[in-house]
């Protein structure tokens, strides 16, 4: 099922199979490759040597048996010649008085071409030297086969006609425990997935290697990997194989079979090949690599020999087989999440910690809100002062209530900093903004921008005199999704010494300050975050209601942010044009918000991204926490004055 939006399924099939038995082992390939096929699986790959059984030992030099593979091919070619994936299926193969442990990559009844495996293990358990050979040893590049000459070697890629980013190389088990894999060659060839064909037995432990080893070469080939192993029908003599199927793309594994199944099983899942293409264009190291390859004389290893077939048309259906998490900043298990904000939290309080060091100054000022974010950056800080053993004196936290500060706002900033025992001024910016806007001819009522901004820049003028009397270092408190969006006032909030919180973003602050709350010995202290946690986001630049309360709720008036974050990661991050980044939007978001919804917020994120890269080209310094950032001087360039038409033409066609 290869989408209108560069994802290919792929499967790994764990067949039935007994050693020997190859007429019987076939019917069961096929089972599998019917139900692949009804899944709309673009590829399939196959256990090693599958069609006879992975451990028939002394039995792969017998004529009877080599005959058996010969006819149990052609019946797979038969029966599949009207299904529409591309088949990958382990088989010994003999060659020019050479033995050959292969794989066979068919299509519509056609063999596309046979890669030999490379790196042939003699050693523990395993005896392959005693039958097989190297694909290293071929003397020809072409065999015959089934009655037709095809391609052979270990450096074939197979590329389709019709979607030119599916391209696929193959490799046999061991191959990828070698210290420089042939699917490395085969990634620098142009292969975007990579297909194993397994037969790996079970030992304790060796699972959880396998499956590092299978995520760790598609993060360093900047592919997909799909793994599939031999199952339990293999002799048991001295060995067990438990039929281990894995499917990691870039790194991460998306789908992972259950082992010691006795029933056949297909793991299946959608690979965003559109997304790897880009990554490798993204990256100038792969390019490198390449062209390293060629001057060390690997040309030939390296270069794409191209096998071509032919998929099916591309498919605009809604389902993908992959889970698309619609918070990517924050890992959904809670583990991993408390590992990754202690993580983000150190990056932090360490780039501060050492810009102070550095400077000499001893001395920081934060202007607190009672918001997520302020409460951060005085997290950050005091976390950055424990690590340097500098007094809490020096932290002059200011909180300046204006128009719109709440109560609730007001009261936390004051209990937090009376339980961390910090210093506190309160300076009402009231009059100061009154004053101004009467000296702009502001009638000092009407709820506009310039109402809003002037209490913005009025704060940002005192924290930095403020710091200019005492020799101090001005900590911003903004986030990453509001510089994505361009929520802050351009030399108000938005300007700093240091943002600490630049490359955090909204959804994950606040899980930072839950982390802190749950690993702070002090219930107080964690009563006050949680509630800072719980209340509502708001710049409270407008008037609160009679009770008190916030009337002016920032995702009310620009979307809410968790979707701001997913576009963000999308567009920015994977570079995914907007329809695709809408497409993937309803599947994470299917039961929360309609396309409606999405599509107007979206809309909005596209257009106030473009409209505010003037606030993001001249940013304070500030650490990269992920693998985002808009600093000028990091991750981001881009033309203050960029047109965002392309993009919102994509939403609209």
Request: charged share 20%; net charge negative.
């Amino acid at each position: 099922m290869i989408t209108t939006f560069g994802h290919v399924r792929i499967a790994a099939a764990v067949p039935p199979v007994r050693a020997a038995a190859v007429t019987e082992n076939v019917k069961g390939i096929l089972q599998l490759a019917e139900r692949a096929a009804d899944q709309d699986c673009d590829a399939v790959v196959f256990p090693e040597l599958c069609l006879t059984g992975y451990t028939c030992a002394d039995l792969f030099q017998q004529r009877a048996l080599l005959q058996a593979v010969e006819d149990g091919l052609q019946s797979v070619l038969t029966a599949s010649s009207h299904l529409d994936p591309v088949y990958v299926v382990g088989a010994p193969v003999v060659s020019r008085s050479q033995l050959f442990n292969a794989a066979v990559v068919i299509q519509h009844g056609t063999i596309l071409g046979v890669v030999p495996k490379t790196f042939i293990p003699g050693y523990s358990e395993y005896y392959e030297p005693r039958w097989f050979v190297s694909g290293d040893a071929a003397v020809v590049n072409e065999i015959r086969l089934c009655g037709t000459t095809v391609p052979f070697g270990t450096n074939l890629v197979f590329q389709d006609s019709r979607h030119p980013d599916f391209r696929f190389g193959v490799e046999l088990c061991e191959d990828l425990w070698a210290p420089i894999p042939p699917s490395s060659r085969l990634a620098l060839g142009g292969a975007l997935v990579l297909l194993n064909c397994s037969a790996s037995n079970e030992l304790v432990g060796k699972a959880e290697y396998r499956r590092q080893l299978v995520a760790q070469q598609s993060g360093s080939c900047l592919a997909a990997y799909v793994y599939c192993s031999a199952g339990v029908g293999e002799s048991t003599t001295d060995t067990v194989f438990g039929g281990h199927a894995i499917i990691a793309e870039n790194g991460a594994v998306l789908a992972e079979g259950d082992r010691f199944r006795r029933e056949p099983t297909l793991t299946v899942a959608d690979i965003d090949v559109e997304f790897l293409e880009h990554e490798r264009v993204h990256n100038a190291t792969f390019g490198q690599a390449v062209a390293r390859g060629k001057r060390a004389g690997e040309g030939e290893s390296i270069a794409l020999r191209e096998v071509g077939f032919e998929s099916r048309e591309p498919s605009s259906a809604n389902g993908l087989e992959r889970w698309i998490d619609p918070h990517p900043f924050t890992p959904g298990n809670p583990a991993r999440r408390r590992e990754r904000c202690q993580e983000i939290f150190a990056i932090q309080s360490t780039g501060l910690a050492t810009r102070l060091q550095h400077t000499g100054i001893r001395d920081v000022v934060i202007g607190l809100s009672g918001g997520l974010d302020s409460t951060l950056a005085l997290l950050v800080i005091r976390e950055a002062f424990s690590r340097l053993e500098l007094p809490s004196a020096g932290i002059h936290c200011i909180t300046m209530p204006g128009f719109g500060t709440s109560n609730r706002t007001l009261g936390n900033v004051q209990a937090l900093c009376q339980a961390l025992d910090v210093p506190l001024e309160l300076i009402d910016i009231g009059e100061s903004c009154r004053q101004h806007m009467h000296d702009i001819g502001h009638d000092g009522a009407t709820g506009d921008i310039a109402f809003e901004n002037v209490q913005a820049r009025e704060r940002t003028q005192i924290l930095m005199d403020k710091a200019n009397m005492i020799g101090a270092l001005v900590v911003g408190t903004g986030d990453l999704s509001e510089l994505a969006l361009g929520w802050c006032t351009y030399n108000g909030d938005h300007m700093s010494m240091y943002g600490v919180n630049a490359g955090v973003p909204k959804t994950l602050v606040r899980y930072l300050i839950e982390y802190v709350a749950d690993t702070w010995d002090d219930e107080e202290i964690a009563r006050i975050l949680r509630d800072v946690v719980d209340t509502p986001i708001s710049p409270e630049l407008l008037p609160p209601d009679e009770q008190g309360e916030i009337t002016q709720e920032t995702e009310a008036v620009i979307g809410p942010y968790e979707l701001h974050d997913f576009f963000l990661y999308y567009l920015i991050r994977r570079a995914f044009q907007p329809d695709k980044v809408r497409f993937l939007a309803e599947q994470a978001f299917a039961d929360t918000y309609t396309t409606d919804t999405i599509t107007k917020w979206l809309r909005a994120f596209c257009r106030r991204f473009f409209m505010h890269q003037f606030k993001r080209s001249c940013l304070p310094d500030g650490p990269k926490v992920g693998t985002i950032a808009l600093s000028p001087r990091g991750d981001w360039r881009m033309p203050s004055d960029a047109s965002a038409a392309e993009w919102l033409r994509r939403l609209d066609s």
